[in-house]
């Protein structure tokens, strides 16, 4: 198993990323922390985890408030002894779609600002008891937005951009005390627009040019160097490689996880 006996913490531990990279770590071995602010899809993923035979426990977390990100770190901390790894996988609602002469600045800054945010809190609260055990993997994520020119994502953009700057300084940073940081950068993975607040984010795109949903998915996997777009799983089982010691010489690394949508 790659991840045996691993501390794992997920915030957005029951939206469809956060979800699959949990089954992904509790089938890999790693005691698995699912954080976030809905209990039911929460407890859904912990007993889709135990089922399989893996080892799970949930936690009402609010990811952008400071002091109950900090809580239940050190609870979980105090309760496994430690934690090995952390992801970020929260999902905050913006606007996108409005090109920039129709986008107000409260929706293009609200992304920036919520998302730099909980990156911030959570990856500093893990690393805090990850310095004093001198070893840890902090993943955070991404999207090919953060490199793509054009029109209704603005805001969403900048953000990813912003996450990925954070992930490379922050590797320098915490490098010495022996933690690792990587970004993830899947593009636009079909089963997560079955979400709702993801489906009204392409819905703001498919308004503006006719096109469906479906329609928008379908063109940017023609685009994709590999025909498609990637899979949930694919990405679930890369975020548990690159939490393991077998990718213990890579930090501050970008992954491209787009099925090609972008060629480094």
């Known amino acids: ?7 794992a913490v997920i915030y957005g531990g029951g939206g469809a990323i956060g979800g699959a990279v949990a089954r992904a770590f509790a089938r890999e071995g790693a005691r698995v922390f699912l954080a976030g602010r809905t209990r039911d ?33 050190d609870a979980v901390a105090a309760t496994a002894g430690g934690i090995d790894i952390t992801l970020n996988a929260v999902g905050i609602p913006h606007v996108q779609g409005p090109p920039f002469a ?48 054009g029109q209704g994502f603005l805001g969403y953009g900048v953000t990813c951009g912003a996450i990925e700057t954070f992930s490379r300084i922050l590797a320098g940073e915490l490098g ?7 970004c993830l ?32 998915l379908a063109e940017h996997a023609h685009s994709a160097a590999l025909g498609r777009l990637p899979a949930l799983a694919e990405v679930a089982d890369y975020a ?3 939490a393991s010691d077998r990718a213990g010489a890579m930090t501050g690394a970008i992954a491209n996880l787009s099925a090609g949508f972008l060629v480094d």
């Open 102 to 149: 129709e986008l107000s600045f409260e929706d293009y800054a609200h992304p920036i600002a919520a998302y730099t945010r909980t990156n911030y809190l959570t990856a500093k609260a893990v690393s805090r008891h990850q310095v004093r055990q001198g070893s840890g993997v902090i993943l955070t994520l991404s999207t090919s937005g953060s490199r793509l020119a």
């Open 41 to 73: 899809t929460l407890d859904r993923v912990a007993l889709e985890i135990a089922a399989a035979g893996g080892r799970a426990e949930t936690a009402e977390v609010d990811a952008l408030d400071e002091s109950a990100v900090d809580a239940h770190a």
């Open 176 to 182: 010495p005390s022996g933690i690792r940081v990587i």
């Open 240 to 242: 548990a490689f690159v």
């Open 1 to 7: 198993m790659l991840l045996h006996d691993k501390i």
């Open 185 to 216: 950068r899947p593009h636009a993975i079909p089963e997560t627009v079955a979400t709702s607040h993801v489906r009204e984010l392409f819905n703001g795109f498919a308004e503006r040019t006719d096109a469906t949903v479906e329609d928008w």
